[in-house]
Nanobody
Framework: QVQVVESGGGLVQAGGSLRLSCAAS????????MGWYRQVPGKQRELVAV???????NYGDSVKGRFTISRDNAKNTVYLQMNSLKPEDTAVYYC??????????????WGRGTQVTVSS
């Protein structure tokens, strides 16, 4: 089994910063990509940022230049540094990890999410 757990959400004023962390654990052979997505009620989940094991990154248009994703491969952990936060960044942020399990082949796991609220 592979588990994905997020941490670091909270309440922040507009213009402020937050750092999210996400750790994957369990029977992992290798992780291909880890990423962050967000969702608000009534809308589809959208890409925030994703990073591959080789360090290649991709960002959603609305966060480019403000958010930075990074990864510690040794710890199977991904971070999301969020700067210049806006009220429209308010959402539940979900972490995703995909890769190969030790015993179960390919996996694609989601965390339970962490709430980020940006006040105006």
């Amino acid at each position: 089994q592979v588990q994905v757990v997020e941490s670091g959400g909270g309440l922040v004023q507009a213009g402020g910063s937050l750092r999210l962390s996400c750790a994957a654990s369990g029977s992992i052979f290798s992780i291909s990509a880890m990423g962050w997505y967000r969702q608000v009620p009534g809308k589809q989940r959208e890409l925030v940022a994703v990073i591959t094991s080789g360090g290649r990154t991709n960002y959603g248009d609305s966060v480019k230049g403000r958010f930075t994703i990074s990864r510690d491969n040794a710890k199977n952990t991904v971070y999301l540094q969020m700067n210049s936060l806006k009220p429209e960044d308010t959402a539940v942020y979900y972490c995703n990890a995909d890769g190969t399990g030790l015993y179960s082949g390919w996996f694609d796991r989601w965390g339970r999410g962490t709430q980020v609220t940006v006040s105006s």
